[in-house]
């Protein structure tokens, strides 16, 4: 009964290649996003978006692009890889736009090794 | 702009100890508060948010507008409490929506 799901949960590869990470939450919420932690633990927020509609881009590079076939899914692409992309990127989901009242849902994390 | 600060990046007390884990922060609304808690290799996960006033696993958390902070405490440390713990705050993102500002956590440890 995982609420949010990620697909792989490891994934190392080299530099140039082009990868992607599969998201998929079964709670029925409208709002999901990717998240960044980076090998100082810091979380920074790359995307939102809600009802498939892109709401929040963080200044992220134009290599990741991100894909949400339907509310319940949010797929990260990321080309191009580079060395600083190395990182643990968090799904999570929201029921709606606004936090007041809720919380996220995360899930388990995506570590990504660039070699 | 809204900003999170915990000014500690690590920090270690003895099992039975308090402790308490600093939370400061900058925003020019009205805030939504919240911890989060990472325990080693799982997911993020909640702990608590100021509008319930609630105690989970022992920790509370208080919102003081006047120092723009919101500490975490707990009068007596578990082992099981060692974990990354996040600070976290609503704010304003793109086209009115609100977005999770988080610190940059604080890495607690109890010892035995």
């Known amino acids: 009964d995982t609420a949010v799901s990620q697909t792989p949960k490891y994934l190392v590869t080299q530099m140039g290649n082009d990868k992607s990470i599969k998201c998929e939450q079964n709670l029925g919420h409208d709002t999901m996003y990717w998240y960044k932690q980076d090998s100082k633990k810091f979380l920074k927020i790359m995307f939102s978006?809600?009802?498939?509609?892109?709401?929040i881009n963080e200044t992220v590079p134009n290599r990741f692009s991100p894909k949400s076939p339907d509310k319940a899914h949010l797929n990260l692409h990321i080309n191009s890889l580079e060395l600083g992309d190395s990182a643990v990127y968090f799904c999570?989901?929201?029921?709606?736009?606004?936090?007041?009242?809720?919380?996220?849902?995360f899930g388990n994390g995506t570590r990504l090794t660039v070699t | 702009a809204q900003r999170v600060t915990q000014p500690e990046k690590l920090l270690s007390v003895f099992k039975g100890a308090p402790v308490e884990l600093k939370c400061n922060y900058s925003y020019s609304g009205s805030p939504e508060l919240f911890w989060y808690v990472q325990y080693s290799r799982q997911r993020l996960q909640l702990l608590l948010r100021?509008?319930s006033r609630e105690s989970i696993k022992g920790f509370t958390a208080d919102l003081n507008k006047g120092e723009t902070s919101f500490h975490l405490k707990k009068p007596f440390a578990q082992e099981e409490d060692s974990a990354m713990y996040y600070c976290?705050?609503?704010?304003?993102?793109?086209?009115?929506?609100?977005?999770?500002?988080f610190g940059k956590g604080t890495k607690l440890t109890v010892n035995p």
């Open positions: 978006y809600n009802n498939k509609e892109l709401i």
């Open positions: 999570a989901s929201s029921p709606s736009l606004f936090y007041r009242g809720s919380s996220l849902h």
């Open positions: 976290a705050l609503t704010g304003q993102g793109a086209g009115g929506s609100e977005k999770l500002v």
């Open positions: 100021h509008i």
